[in-house]
């Protein structure tokens, strides 16, 4: 708790532009649970490093990143929006945490497999050490609440595993934190292969629908996902493409399956697609037109990022040194 509200906690990486699965899978329900809570909304930057990064991209997708929390909603007087690496916090509880996880626990984790068959020239220790980062991210906070898409769930139950673990030998040093997942949209899948979920890395980017892309690239994109032989938009588990443009559709317009089921009665795919697509396009249309003007605007975001950071620090740091002091390390000389 700070102060009479709970904490809640989510970021994500620093690479490359935002997707409609980072956005209706977490950053619209950030907006909407912001008002509830003491939020954190942080930039992994620090997480980016497993995958070998070109520094001026690197930093241009974390500016992008926290701009466009910004711009979708999140008041920065309101939310603490930083960088991770702003805050020297983390990488050093990350490093006490590490020694309370088992070897085992990393190995199962699925997107540490999954990463390490996609870049097997480059399988770091960091790819492997990564969700005892992320537990540290959530833990320095003392986060109830952590609003995530489905593909973290594994993720959030290690954090919860390895917090439980350090609090039976010290006492309650952490909150345990609870994952928020969203019924819609928890889980966008690829347009191009629905067996798949959205994702930056996917090689054919006719699959990925970018937040920042225009209204004639998404429509276009949504014309051309797969679907099915059928004809029929019902919500079954033999159509997972047309299943997964109702979950879109329903998440960006607020419709219940039910009702999108009923208003595409005895009409075709090709006005169904037009309609997310058209649909889509009208939600993220105002996000990048404020991206677009807080681009403009330098010293605005340099202010928030120096603020928030020192705001961010100040909470990471409180937590940081109850849980040196309860494991035996000295006090700290500064
Ligand atoms: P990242 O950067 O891969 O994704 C950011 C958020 O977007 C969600 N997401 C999706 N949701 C629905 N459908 C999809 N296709 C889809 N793809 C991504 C993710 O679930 C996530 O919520 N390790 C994290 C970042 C992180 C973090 C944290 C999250 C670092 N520290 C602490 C929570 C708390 C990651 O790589 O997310």
């Known amino acids: 708790m700070i102060g009479d509200k709970k904490v809640l906690y989510s970021a994500m990486q620093a690479t490359g532009g935002l997707h409609i699965g980072n956005y209706f899978g977490a950053l ?20 980016a490093l497993t995958i070998r990064r070109e520094p001026a991209e690197l930093r ?10 910004m711009a979708a909603g999140l ?18 509880l990350a490093w006490i945490m590490g020694c309370f996880t088992y070897l085992g626990e990393l190995n199962r984790m699925t997107q540490f497999k999954d990463k390490s068959a ?57 909150t345990i934190p609870e994952a928020y997942i969203g019924k819609t949209g928890a ?48 919500y079954r588990e033999d159509k997972p493409g047309i299943m997964n443009l109702m979950d879109i559709y329903s998440v960006a317009s607020g419709k219940s399956i039910e009702e999108i089921e009923r208003e595409f009665d005895q009409k075709g795919y090709g006005e169904f697609k037009l309609a997310v697509g058209e649909t889509v396009a009208d939600v993220l249309a105002p996000i990048r037109e404020r991206f677009e003007q807080l681009s403009k ?22 937590t940081l040194r109850k849980v040196q002091k309860k494991i035996g390390l000295p006090e700290r000389i500064r």
């Open 297 to 318: 605007d330098k010293a605005y975001v340099d202010s928030i990022i120096k603020n928030n950071g020192e705001k961010a620090a100040y909470f990471a740091e409180k």
């Open 118 to 174: 996609k870049h097997a020239d480059n399988i770091n220790a960091g790819l492997l050490t990564y969700p005892v980062l992320m537990a540290c991210d959530i833990l320095l906070y003392q986060a109830d609440a952590v609003p995530v898409g489905d593909d973290q769930r594994q993720h959030l139950e290690l954090t919860r595993d390895i917090a439980e673990r350090f609090n039976g030998i010290y006492g309650d040093v952490f």
């Open 187 to 234: 889980r966008i899948m690829s347009l191009a292969d629905p067996s798949k979920k959205m994702s930056k890395s996917d090689e054919n980017q006719n699959s990925v629908v970018y937040v920042l892309d225009d209204k004639d690239t998404i429509i276009r994109k949504f014309k051309r996902a797969i679907t099915d032989s059928d004809t029929s938009i019902v």
């Open 60 to 69: 241009k997708s974390a500016r992008d990143v926290l701009m466009m929390y």
């Open 28 to 47: 619209h329900n950030w907006v909407n649970l912001s008002d509830e809570y003491e939020c954190f909304f942080a930039v992994a930057d620090l997480h």
């Open 75 to 92: 008041d920065p007087e309101k939310n603490c929006l930083y960088y991770q690496s702003s805050v020297p916090a983390h990488a050093e």
